[in-house]
C-alpha cells in the first residue's frame, strides 16, 4: 500500500538572478549526485550505472533548457512565478 505525501519545495515569484540561483543549485546537485553515484559503481565496481547515466542525461538536457528560458525571461525583463512540489510515496 503506497500514501502519498506532498511537500512543497518552491511556491513565489522570483526575479531571474534569484530563480537561476535556486533553479540551477537544484539541478547542480541532482547532476552532482549522480556523477558521484556513477563514479562511487564504478570504483567499487558494483551496481549498475545505467539508471544514473539516463538520469545524468535528462537533468543536463533540462539545465540547458532551464538556461534558455532564463535567458529569455531576462532579454524580456520578465520575473519567473516557480511552483514545485515533490511527492513522495511510502511502499511496502
Same mark, same amino acid.
Given at each position: 500500500? &503506497? @500514501? %502519498?505525501?506532498?511537500?512543497? /519545495?518552491?511556491?513565489?515569484? $522570483? #526575479?531571474?538572478?534569484? &530563480? =537561476?540561483? +535556486?533553479?540551477?543549485?537544484?539541478? #547542480?546537485?541532482?547532476?552532482?549526485? *549522480?556523477?558521484?553515484?556513477? $563514479? ?9 550505472? !545505467? *539508471? !544514473?547515466? =539516463?538520469?545524468?542525461? &535528462?537533468?543536463? =538536457? !533540462? ?5 534558455? +528560458?532564463?535567458? @529569455? &525571461? @531576462?532579454? =524580456? *525583463?520578465?520575473? /519567473? @512565478?516557480? *511552483?514545485? %512540489?515533490?511527492?513522495? !510515496? /511510502?511502499?511496502?
Amino acid at each position: 500500500m &503506497a @500514501k %502519498e505525501n506532498k511537500i512543497l /519545495l518552491i511556491d513565489g515569484q $522570483f #526575479d531571474i538572478d534569484d &530563480a =537561476k540561483k +535556486i533553479l540551477i543549485t537544484l539541478l #547542480d546537485n541532482k547532476i552532482m549526485y *549522480h556523477k558521484d553515484e556513477i $563514479f562511487r559503481m564504478k570504483e567499487m565496481n558494483t551496481g549498475d550505472i !545505467s *539508471h !544514473s547515466e =539516463k538520469r545524468l542525461n &535528462a537533468l543536463s =538536457k !533540462s539545465r540547458t533548457k532551464l538556461l534558455k +528560458i532564463l535567458d @529569455k &525571461a @531576462k532579454e =524580456k *525583463h520578465l520575473c /519567473l @512565478k516557480i *511552483h514545485s %512540489e515533490i511527492n513522495i !510515496s /511510502l511502499i511496502e
